[in-house]
């Protein structure tokens, strides 16, 4: 079975650039998560979808990031303009969360997008 | 403010040698608790959820329990096998929010 799928596993831009990130989740989850993975910082949730709708965005840094949901089966997470701060692992989650169920579940990440920033 | 805390941040252990990992937390009406593992280069993998306190979940050489305050992640006789990063991550009620704690890198020597 596919599991989570990231692309591109690697990306190296330059300060000012437009960076878009995607994701594909295991088919059949309603629920899609962001992450971003730094050595200080951890792992942190920046946004999840519900059903492509989106939840809770708290976790954006900035207005410079934004998530898109177009469909069950795709996300992208953009960074315009990018910084050399936004370097950092980009992880992609999914699950099924039940109707009715609370808001996190067993989630099943993807293998990250290593985004560096000169 | 909601907050989740492991420590040991770093733990060597000989191969055999047993010992547990913790992660305490401050929120209001906690709503789950979740241990992942992590390998290098890779997205965490799931292992366990504990809802309330006093429950435990066993799977192969781990076992976590969970209290009012922190949770415990049991390794019984580790393997090199089990070399890597433990999160734990919890959900405040208060907020609904996800909260990832720094994690313990596990190292077992054979």
């Known amino acids: 079975d596919a599991g989570v799928i990231q692309s591109p596993r690697h990306e190296v831009t330059e300060m000012g650039q437009e960076v878009t990130l995607r994701c594909k989740p295991i088919?059949?989850?309603?629920?899609l998560f962001w992450y971003r993975q730094t050595m200080m910082r951890g792992l942190e949730l920046l946004i999840y979808?519900?059903?492509?709708?989106?939840?809770?965005d708290s976790g954006m840094p900035e207005d410079r990031f934004s998530a898109k949901m177009p469909n069950a089966s795709f996300s992208t997470l953009k960074i315009q303009p990018s910084e050399p701060r936004d370097s950092a692992v980009y992880f992609c989650?999914?699950?099924?969360?039940?109707?009715?169920?609370?808001?996190?579940?067993?989630?099943?990440f993807g293998p990250g997008t290593r985004l560096t920033v000169l | 403010e909601d907050q989740v805390t492991q420590s040991p941040e770093a733990l060597r252990l000989q191969e055999g040698e047993s010992s547990s990992l913790n992660c305490s937390y401050t929120?209001?009406?906690?709503?789950?608790l979740f241990w992942y593992r992590q390998d290098p280069g890779k997205g965490p993998e799931f292992l366990f959820t504990l809802y309330s306190a006093g429950e435990e979940k066993e799977k192969e050489r781990l076992k976590a329990t969970l209290t009012k305050k922190e949770s415990f992640l049991h390794i019984t006789a580790p393997k090199p096998e089990d070399s890597a990063t433990y999160l734990c991550?919890?959900?405040?009620?208060?907020?609904?929010?996800?909260?990832f704690g720094q994690g313990t890198t596990l190292q077992v020597k054979p």
């Open positions: 979808f519900n059903n492509n709708v989106p939840i809770d």
């Open positions: 929120v209001s009406g906690l709503r789950g």
């Open positions: 991550a919890v959900v405040s009620g208060n907020t609904g929010k996800l909260i």
């Open positions: 989650a999914s699950s099924f969360l039940p109707s009715g169920s609370s808001s996190y579940n067993e989630q099943f």
């Open positions: 088919s059949g989850h309603n629920s």
